[in-house]
């Protein structure tokens, strides 16, 4: 999408992300975070990322996953 820098508003931390803070939004954005994802911060995530692009929720890819057989 050509971002270089992603600012989330108080709005999108607070109400769209659960009341992530500005630290763990960054954090995760540049894959430094020393703890993982919760489920729950998956799907705030994938919720708000398919509303940004337009998209089912259900569709955007946060993880790799295995492949079960």
Do not use: H, Y
């Not at 489920?39 to 998209?55: D, F, I, M, P, T």
């Amino acid at each position: 999408m050509g971002i270089k820098t992603m600012v989330p508003t108080d709005e999108l931390l607070t109400n769209k992300l659960g009341g992530m803070t500005m630290i763990r939004f960054n954090q995760l954005l540049n894959n430094s975070s020393k703890t993982e994802l919760s489920v729950a911060e998956v799907g705030r995530l994938k919720r708000w990322l398919g509303g940004v692009l337009n998209q089912d929720p259900n569709t955007v890819k946060l993880l790799e996953e295995e492949a079960t057989v």
